[in-house]
Nanobody, 125 residues
Framework: QVRLLESGGGSVQAGGSLRLSCAAPGLGYATYCGAWFRQVQGDIREGVAGIAGDVRTTYADSVEGRFTISRDNAEGTLYLQMDSLKPEDTGMYYC???????????????????WGQGTQVNVSS
């Protein structure tokens, strides 16, 4: 079973930056199409950023221009660089991988088979 391992969450003041990482040890192919989602307690899980390969990306309107998703092709590690953070970015962030090909970039959670445990991001004003 593919296990995705997230890291990099924490607390930061508004305007600051964080970089999240998501590793799939030994199974980097699974993240060829991957994404980051976030969930605030009690709300639905929303797609934040998606990637297919290392070129095709898509972002939620709320993070466009502030967040950057990328993928290390050698290891299959996913990254989410978050800049100009806002208090409304607070939440639990999950990485996800489709694990199959062909695949297309997507922010729909039903497209993703493998999920991490989540890493908490707190942004204070």
């Amino acid at each position: 079973q593919v296990r995705l391992l997230e890291s990099g969450g924490g607390s930061v003041q508004a305007g600051g930056s964080l970089r999240l990482s998501c590793a799939a040890p030994g199974l980097g192919y699974a993240t060829y199409c991957g994404a980051w989602f976030r969930q605030v307690q009690g709300d639905i899980r929303e797609g934040v950023a998606g990637i297919a390969g290392d070129v095709r990306t898509t972002y939620a309107d709320s993070v466009e221009g502030r967040f950057t998703i990328s993928r290390d092709n050698a290891e299959g590690t996913l990254y989410l660089q978050m800049d100009s953070l806002k208090p409304e970015d607070t939440g639990m962030y999950y990485c996800a991988a489709m694990g199959y090909r062909p695949c297309s970039v997507s922010l729909g959670q039903n497209s993703y088979i493998y999920w991490g445990q989540g890493t908490q991001v707190n942004v204070s004003s």
